[in-house]
């Protein structure tokens, strides 16, 4: 934690322990009260899980942690269903937690949407078959009113060149589903093709994304999504040193944090972007 965003000390160790699981791609997001949430993906080390027996713990498993002060957390709670599906994020809308994820059923790839009250005892709302030729990427949910939007990646099969794999990136998708089932999605191109892609609300109700951008070559660049257009429109292009980027508002600004490849040690550096608020 921090007060100013300069000098930062550690305040708690997130962890599992029965069964011991590495934890991945953790995420905040606040409550309907005003707590703290941390969700994330956790995964047994390779080796230490024994599927032939039935009360065997899933491999891979989504969960989240709450707390008061961001200082004492509160066990690990599942997200029911969710496991061996990546959950990328949490939002919120009331009183309901909202995780989207993506996985496979079948031999065909598909994405599950799941909700929580208070964040607790998340089940299934809805599944969506992609078939095999598409598969989805990073998956970030947002509401307007009681609209859901998700704006996903997605890539083709795999190709083979020499040693080295190269994913082709397909142009982006923007779904979007109306409460309070959320069960009836319609999916439409945006203008760009993207590698991943995270998006935040400012208080202009503006909708500024942060996404991989592949066209004419990778980038990762700050955009403003329009709902109405399904445009990106990028404003400014990020450092190709930095990667794994997340982002927040505060006073006036976006605070980006992010690794730099070529660190000696693993460091995690953060930036302030001014914004020009309307």
């Not at 995420?27 to 065997?56: C, E, K, R, Y």
Request: aromatic fraction near 8%; charged fraction near 20%; include cysteine.
């Amino acid at each position: 934690s921090s007060v100013d965003g300069d000098k930062w000390e550690s305040v708690a160790l997130i962890n599992v322990l029965k069964p011991k699981r590495r934890l991945y791609k953790p995420t905040f997001s606040v409550t309907s009260n005003g707590l703290l949430m941390i969700a994330a993906h956790g995964a047994i080390p390779w080796g230490n899980a024994d599927a032939s027996q039935p009360d065997s713990p899933p491999g891979q498993l989504a969960m989240c942690w709450i707390s008061k002060d961001g200082h004492t957390w509160s066990e690990p709670t599942p997200i029911t269903g969710a496991t061996g599906y990546a959950v990328n994020h949490v939002v919120w809308n009331r009183e309901t937690a909202f995780a989207v994820a993506r996985g496979e059923s079948c031999g065909n790839y598909a994405i599950n949407l799941y909700s929580g009250r208070e964040g607790k005892d998340f089940t299934r709302l809805f599944g969506c078959n992609l078939g095999n030729e598409s598969q989805p990427g990073t998956l970030a949910l947002i509401f307007d009113g009681d609209q859901m939007h998700c704006l996903m990646s997605r890539y083709n099969s795999g190709e083979i060149s020499g040693t080295q794999t190269r994913f082709p990136w397909s142009t982006g998708l923007l779904g979007t589903a109306k409460g309070p089932r959320f069960d009836e999605w319609e999916w439409k191109q945006i203008n760009e093709s993207i590698a991943h892609a995270k998006l935040l609300r400012l208080p202009d109700q503006r909708i500024i994304a942060i996404a991989g951008l592949t066209d004419p070559e990778y980038r990762t660049s700050l955009c403003e999504l329009n709902l109405a257009t399904r445009k990106l429109s990028e404003f400014l292009t990020l450092p190709k040193e930095w990667h794994n980027v997340s982002l927040a508002h505060h006073d006036g600004q976006l605070w980006l944090s992010y690794h730099e490849s070529h660190s000696v040690k693993d460091t995690v550096h953060l930036a302030k972007v001014k914004l020009d608020l309307k």
